[in-house]
């Protein structure tokens, strides 16, 4: 059952520029949220996550939005680096539960 | 380190061996999860442990994978008689209760 759903393999952006990477969810249970970052052969790296109690939150360059009528969920970087290349993972859970993983979304940042 | 530490990192195997994969968490993390991800895939959830729980099984694919967590810290991954499709990245994780910290994972190929 695929709960969580990124439904853009992909997205190119030129540097300076905003990336929008996007996410929907089906469980309305879902209380907590959250975004990693993922390089070739390493582990994922948690970069920023958001309670259901809020619709936005923030970490520098870093801003995921959160839509719990359309659920939905989305993370802007501004301005995109080149170092932001990677594979981005959204998850969430309910409470102290497992999460769940969509798919993936593998940014690319031109210089 | 302080950081979740998976052994070995690569593990070549031949089909029908059975392989452990092992998982050391973050300190005092009460939370333990094991995905994985094959080739293009996303993250597929395996097992959760939280606490003295009973686990979380739901994701193991066959019953050819068990998991076992000693003690509420180190856990290991079983796969017995391997098949060709089990090879992927194993990944472990740990959580308090907020966001997970990975491993590096375990890459296994099956041949």
């Known amino acids: 059952d695929q709960q969580v759903k990124q439904n853009s393999p992909s997205l190119s952006v030129q540097e300076g520029r905003i990336s929008i990477l996007n996410c929907d969810y089906t469980?309305?249970?879902?209380?907590?949220f959250l975004w990693y970052k993922k390089y070739p052969a390493e582990g994922p790296t948690f970069l920023i996550s958001?309670?259901?109690?809020?619709d936005k939150n923030e970490d520098g360059r870093f801003t995921v939005f959160l839509n719990k009528s359309a659920k939905h969920l989305s993370l802007h970087i501004v301005p995109s680096q080149p170092g932001d290349s990677a594979v981005y993972f959204c998850?969430?859970?309910?409470?102290?539960?497992?999460?769940?993983f969509g798919s993936g979304t593998k940014l690319n940042v031109k210089p | 380190g302080a950081g979740v530490s998976q052994s070995p990192s690569n593990k070549v195997t031949e089909k029908g061996k059975d392989v452990e994969l092992r998982c050391d968490p973050i300190?005092?993390?009460?939370?333990l999860y094991w995905y994985r991800q094959s080739l293009g895939q996303g993250l597929e959830f395996l097992i959760y442990?939280?606490?003295?729980?009973?686990?979380?099984k739901s994701g193991l694919p066959s019953d050819r994978f068990s998991a076992e967590r000693t003690g509420g810290s180190v856990s290991t991954l079983t796969i017995q008689r391997t098949q060709q499709e089990d090879s992927a990245v194993y990944l472990c994780?740990?959580?308090?209760?907020?966001?997970?910290?990975f491993g590096q994972g375990t890459r296994l190929t099956v041949v």
């Open positions: 994780a740990s959580s308090l209760g907020g966001e997970a910290f």
């Open positions: 469980n309305s249970m879902f209380d907590y």
């Open positions: 958001i309670s259901s109690i809020k």
């Open positions: 998850a969430a859970k309910v409470n102290f539960n497992k999460f769940y």
């Open positions: 300190s005092g993390h009460t939370a």
């Open positions: 442990f939280q606490g003295n729980s009973a686990p979380d």
